[in-house]
């Protein structure tokens, strides 16, 4: 049985019980017949499917663009979807208006999907301003404009609200005035509803569902997923003792955006950008990440530089803890037990300088060919005491390279010593050729990347680095 | 209104597009069964498994065809379905049928298909040329001779150049309805480039005359070629559903589907010699172009000619053989895709220009501007070029992007910095107007005036972003003197205008806005005669405007009002009983072509432009970024200008994916590896860089309203980023070995970096020249 869930849709409360679960881009498009959505790709690559969701986090009603098509329907309870329609209840918004003046839409197929992500930092609070423009419709595809229609409808909008209201309610009222949201929807988003949190006996551990339902994009009638999210604390991230605890449904985009994190570890936002899209990262949990047991996870890959453990429970409650570093068994196979889920990851709260890189062929929203991450602590003198270096993209598991990153320590290292790392780590790779890159491309790049490692964290070295 | 009112229902959600219209309670879903592999044969297909699995699952196959199983246009050389055997990754060997698209798919994994033996899948167009397997005959055009001129040239310089396939990523996928008539035929809405082809081979499929095949066209979701011949399958797959159960059948193929199934650009590998003297003057080119066709005919025959037109770029070069080979293979068909084969004929030239001004020492910009087309140039395929625009628009481009200047920054900036590295290179064009086919310069229009004196608008256009119908409306509108908000383009109908072409060959304007003018203007000439005589005057005296009867000169009441509007004299008329609607046909004129002599004039003028491309390399990682585009396009007289600087962004944005980032991998025994848009990435946001586009606006009287057309001339810009790069990994390397193999992709970059190119891509030979490197 699936569970009876309570949801809004723009401005009605839906109660449903779903015969099965399915991609709220099914349920939108085929239920309740908006069909200003649009299946692209139904894979999260291409934004056609935008909606925006509001949910509750950490008791704050939090509206962000995701794309439905990844979006699981029971994961909606007490939760807020807003399409298109419900964007245009009232007519031509001022980014609709945008759009039509620079001839931003020529097919238009992708137009409705552009239009919910920029309403979408809209609601967010912005800023409005280049930068964030262009992130918030990074998860967007259009094959008709070339973008720069585009870019030059963001910049009309940058220069008609420069500055947004910062409290929320405030900028609800203000959205409503200048017509980008209708009153009647915005009036709406105050509160979110009532979830019903039924209980039922679940088949199925998801987070986001943004890798989820790309494998899966017709699931089985017997799926019935658990949604981390539904767990106490599960989005929080807190400090105990020495560690920061990371619940299990804490999203890249969460994670980038905490103090904490970026306190912790200072510079790491910078990374948020080359990983996945706004809409994909507003969903998929660092706990997926893993769990996928991908070669080529990003969060993975940096989670293991920082020395990251997991909490594993039971269906009974019981845990345990495992080593990030000892969880990959074999290709996409994770060392827990069916009925075991991730808790929580953990990571040491000691300050690290980390480096991340990424090659792939699409600068932004593609899966890398080789990422690796390289973590170390440093004394005030710059005396190395602790250096992990991970790679992924070159082994059947994401690999911890401890022979190659002990060059690294000790005193302030070398150029020397630093290439021989390179080499160290290129030799300890046997990486196999796939569409992303052949075998040799990935072990030249291994080496290339602990150079770029060590120059983004000594500068100084550049010169004698560069090959 | 000065924006595209066809874009208002697109951004507020409500445009319809195939899967957004309201189905009926019958509908069946059609899912197609795709062959696993490249090549082989099966002895039939297990489905009582399937039908299980619903009762409303229905499975069709080659045997369910009343008519003829085939859908090409030039041989018979591909099923719709398959019979036994396959010959590429995705050929569709059965159709399923049920009540919802998800039960379709569960009965289509329940299928089995019996006792498969895999054959040897060819996947390279060299050796499926080694072994035999072309299509039709090579064609062969060429000027003056080539084996003489190279005897002569200072220096000669031999080539290989390779450019990859090219995935259409319209956001709408392929689709049809398709709805049984009571009269025994189907109608059918069509998401296709070409509304009566489709009607043509429904008609051939079920074994009906046309007549009793309507198609409907409203608009694509994106098509740039890929809903031409490739539209055809789909269309006809949901009719025979329609027709066999005779219920609405739908047919919406999810991407990997699309993907999987349908044809795309066609990859090339060619060889070039090209010969100049040590000034710089081209004096010979000869180039072979294997096409990769794929398995089966398709366009491939208007492709290769339109590589072969193209294949001297904007360059007047005296003496030219150029040889274009259609090789079949076991890839899924290759069709159109904006440029029809030209982008790979530009390719080739300019690689063979490039690596000249290495050989010589010279600024490739400058050996480019030197070797120009003029005006009353003959092309080497015996055309003479009325107005060349190509020294126009390279030398503004060249004072746009500050040429001199931004070389000597770029060499500052490289001297200064180790790991990064810039480069720049320009690319002019010019490109032939007119179907290559001559037989397809045609086209119809039906104008009817309402008597409220609204206008209708039908040709056989297809809206597809391209916003054909926004410029017949306002060619329309021009024409009657009426705002454009009194007239509606209406969807693309084969009962409205009959043997239509396809919307293709950026000829949809020239054509159906000028066969609509035609039309628009044999009503009006009614409705002036009528007016004249109720004022008692001569119809050359009075004029449309602003949606007003007016006087005109020579009348010595110009400029006055007469008091009626458009809409009174249209209901007056209508009232004398006027007919008020028209249909006027076009045929674009003075078009010939000898294709035994490969020798006529095949177009109807050509388009001219420019751009310079800018890029940063990051040597360390192999990855590049595009800083800025210049670009200057010769649009002649805009009939909407927002649309048009719309297509040459959107143009040069696949262009530069083509040449840089799409990757179509196949593996090595045919099967597509690049099938989700995960694996196969085309330009985002990011990616693009800072475009400045100028226009050249001199009136072309070629065309109607002295406008020129758009919608592929502007791709081949893209392939300036492709030597842009080259230009930075050669500041970074110098003595690395040049290679010419599109895309550019960082796998690549980094190849040269390492210096890991492997046959040195280009091979000089010095005639009289001394080696002075
Ligand atoms: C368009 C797109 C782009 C992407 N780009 C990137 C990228 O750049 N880098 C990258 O690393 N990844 C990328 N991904 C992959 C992917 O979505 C992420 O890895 C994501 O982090 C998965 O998290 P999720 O919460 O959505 O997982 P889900 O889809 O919910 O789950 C994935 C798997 O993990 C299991 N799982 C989830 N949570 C738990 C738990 N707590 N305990 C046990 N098992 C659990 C699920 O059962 C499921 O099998 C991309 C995906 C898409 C669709
Ligand atoms: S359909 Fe493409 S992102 Fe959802
Ligand atoms: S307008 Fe066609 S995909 Fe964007």
């Known amino acids: ?467 | 209104m000065n924006y595209n009112t066809d874009s208002i229902p697109h951004v507020l959600g409500t445009t319809l597009y195939i899967d957004d219209l309201p189905e009926a309670s019958t509908l069946l879903h059609a899912v197609p069964l795709l062959s696993p592999t490249a090549h082989g044969t099966y002895s039939g297909l297990e489905v009582s498994e399937a039908l299980a699995v619903h009762p409303s699952v229905r499975i069709l196959t080659a045997r369910d065809v009343p008519g003829k199983n085939e859908l090409g246009m030039v041989m018979d050389d591909e099923p719709l379905l398959a019979d036994r055997k396959w010959h590429y990754q995705g050929e569709v060997l059965a159709l399923v049928l049920a009540a919802t698209k998800s039960l379709a798919r569960k009965a289509l994994t329940k299928i089995a298909i019996l006792n498969i033996t895999e054959l040897p899948a060819i996947t390279d167009a060299r050796e499926a040329y080694a072994q035999g397997k072309i299509i039709l005959k090579p064609r062969v055009q060429q000027c003056g001779d080539t084996e003489q001129a190279l005897t002569d040239c200072d220096i000669v310089i031999r080539g290989r150049v390779e450019s990859g396939g090219q995935e259409h990523v319209y956001l709408e996928t392929q689709g049809a309805i398709a709805f049984p008539e009571d009269t025994g035929g189907i109608r059918l809405i069509a998401g296709t480039q070409s509304p009566s082809l489709v009607q043509q081979v429904v008609a051939r499929i079920l074994g009906l005359p046309m007549h009793k095949i309507e198609i409907e066209t409203r608009r694509l979701g994106g098509a740039f070629g890929g809903k031409e011949e490739q539209a055809n399958a789909w269309a006809a797959l949901a009719a025979l559903g329609a027709y066999v159960t005779k219920r609405p059948v739908k047919l919406y193929l999810n991407r990997r589907d699309d993907m999987q199934a349908t044809g795309k650009r066609h990859p090339y590998s060619s060889d070039f010699t090209i010969g100049l003297s040590k000034d710089g003057t081209i004096r010979a080119f000869e180039a072979v172009f294997y096409q990769n066709s794929g398995a089966s005919t398709d366009l491939s025959p208007a492709i290769i000619p339109r590589t072969l037109f193209h294949a001297c770029g904007a360059y007047r070069i005296p003496n030219v053989k150029v040889t274009g080979i259609m090789c079949r293979t076991n890839l899924v068909p290759f069709t159109a895709f904006r440029g029809f084969g030209g982008p790979q004929g530009f390719f080739v030239i300019e690689s063979a220009i490039e690596a000249a001004a290495h050989a010589l020492h010279m600024d490739p910009m400058e050996l480019r501007l030197k070797n120009l087309v003029h005006t009353n140039d003959r092309t080497h395929y015996g055309m003479r070029l009325e107005d060349a625009r190509a020294e126009a628009t390279v030398k503004r481009c060249m004072e746009l992007a500050d040429w001199h200047k931004l070389r000597a920054s770029i060499d500052e900036f490289n001297s200064k910095n180790h790991r990064y590295k810039k480069g720049a290179a320009g690319i002019p064009i010019c490109f032939g107007i007119s179907f290559t086919k001559l037989m397809m310069n045609q086209g119809g229009a039906l104008v009817h005036v309402y008597h409220d004196g609204s206008v209708s608008v039908s040709t056989g256009a297809v809206e597809m972003g391209q916003g054909v119908n926004r410029k017949i409306t306002l060619l329309t509108a021009r024409c009657f003197g009426i705002p454009e908000t009194r007239v509606k383009v209406e969807t693309t109908r084969t009962t409205t205008v009959a043997n239509t072409q396809p919307t293709a060959a950026s000829t949809g304007t020239d054509i159906n806005g000028a066969a609509a003018c035609i039309a628009a203007e044999q009503i009006k000439e009614r409705l002036l005669l009528f007016a004249a005589e109720m004022l008692h005057t001569i119809k050359t005296e009075l004029d449309f405007s602003n949606g007003r009867l007016v006087y005109v000169k020579p009348s010595d009441k110009a400029g006055q009002d007469t008091g009626y509007s458009f809409d009174d004299i249209v209901k007056k008329a209508y009232e004398s009983r006027i007919d008020l609607s028209a249909h006027a046909f076009y045929a674009t004129p003075d078009l010939f072509y000898n294709m035994e002599k490969e020798h006529g004039k095949p177009f109807a003028y050509h388009v001219y432009g420019c751009a310079i491309v800018t890029a940063t390399v990051d040597t360390l990682k192999g990855t590049y970024r595009f800083d800025t585009a210049w670009i200057v396009h010769d649009l002649a007289n805009s009939i909407a200008p927002d649309i048009d600087s719309g297509q040459i962004e959107g143009a040069f944005a696949q262009g530069l994916g083509w040449s840089t980032l799409e990757e179509l991998c196949f593996s090595s025994d045919g099967r597509l590896l690049s099938n989700t848009l995960s694996t196969y990435k085309v330009p985002d946001a990011h990616f693009m860089p800072e475009m400045i586009v100028e226009i050249l606006d001199t009136p072309n009287p070629h065309a109607v309203a002295n406008s020129k057309a758009i919608g592929e001339p502007p791709f081949m810009y893209g392939i300036a980023g492709y030597f842009a790069v080259l230009d930075a990994l050669h500041a970074a390397n110098p003595t690395g070995t040049l290679f010419f193999d599109l895309p550019m992709t960082p796998e690549k970059a980094l190849r040269y970096l390492d210096n890991l190119v492997e046959s040195p891509a280009t091979l000089k030979t010095h005639n009289n020249i001394e080696e002075n490197q």
């Open chain 1, 1 to 467: 049985m699936q569970r009876t869930i309570r949801f809004r849709l723009n401005t009605e409360e839906h109660t449903i019980t779903p015969e099965r679960e399915q991609p709220a881009l099914d349920w939108i498009r085929n239920t309740a017949q908006l069909k200003g959505t649009k299946e692209g790709c139904r894979e999260g690559d291409c934004g056609a499917c935008m909606v925006i969701l509001g949910e509750n986090i950490e008791g704050k009603p939090v509206y962000r663009a995701v794309t439905s098509c990844t979006l699981g329907l029971s994961d909606l309870d007490g939760k807020h979807i807003i399409t298109i329609e419900g964007i245009a209840a009232a007519g031509i918004t001022p980014v609709m208006q945008a759009f039509l003046e620079t001839g931003a839409s020529q097919c238009g197929f992708c137009s409705p999907g552009f239009v919910v992500a920029l309403t979408a930092l809209f609601i967010e609070g912005g800023p409005i301003d280049y930068h964030h423009a262009i992130t918030a419709i990074d998860g967007n595809l259009c094959r008709c404009t070339g973008y720069g229609s585009i870019r030059r409808a963001t910049a009309k909008l940058i220069e008609a609200f420069p500055e947004l209201p910062k409290d929320f309610a405030t900028r609800l009222a203000f959205l409503a005035e200048k017509g980008i949201l209708p009153q009647a929807l915005a009036d709406t988003m105050h509160t979110l509803p009532e979830p019903i949190r039924e209980i039922v006996s679940t088949t199925k551990t998801l987070g986001g569902g943004t890798d989820f339902f790309v494998q899966n994009p017709d699931p089985d009638q017997e799926l019935i997923p658990h949604y981390t999210d539904l767990e106490p604390h599960a989005q929080q991230i807190r400090l105990e003792d020495d560690r920061l605890i990371i619940g299990s449904a804490v999203t890249m985009r969460d994670f980038f955006a905490s103090e904490r994190i970026r306190t912790m570890y200072p510079g790491i936002e910078q990374y948020e950008q080359y990983i996945a899209s706004t809409p994909i990262r507003n969903r998929a949990t660092l706990a997926g990440n893993i769990a996928n047991a991908s070669p080529i996870a990003d969060m993975t890959i940096l989670l293991l530089a920082l020395g990251a453990e997991l909490i594993i429970k039971n269906a009974h409650g019981s845990s345990r803890s495992l080593s990030l570093q000892n969880a990959f068994i074999s290709y996409k196979k994770l060392a827990i037990e069916s009925e075991e889920r991730i808790d929580a990851i953990m990571i040491p709260a000691t300050t690290v300088r980390i480096s991340f890189e990424k090659v792939s062929k699409r600068e932004h929203l593609d899966i890398a060919t080789v990422n690796s991450a390289l973590a170390v602590e440093e004394a005030r003198d710059g005396t190395i005491k602790q250096a992990r270096l991970a790679i992924g993209g070159v082994a059947p598991i994401p690999l911890i390279l401890e022979e190659a990153a002990a060059m690294l320590l000790g005193s302030r290292p070398t150029a020397e010593r630093i290439l021989q790392a390179a080499e160290r780590a290129q030799a300890a790779v046997s990486p196999i050729t796939d569409v992303r890159g052949t075998s040799e491309y990935r072990k030249r790049l291994v080496y290339r990347l602990v150079l770029a490692h060590a120059i983004r964290l000594w500068p100084e070295r550049e010169e004698e680095l560069l090959p």
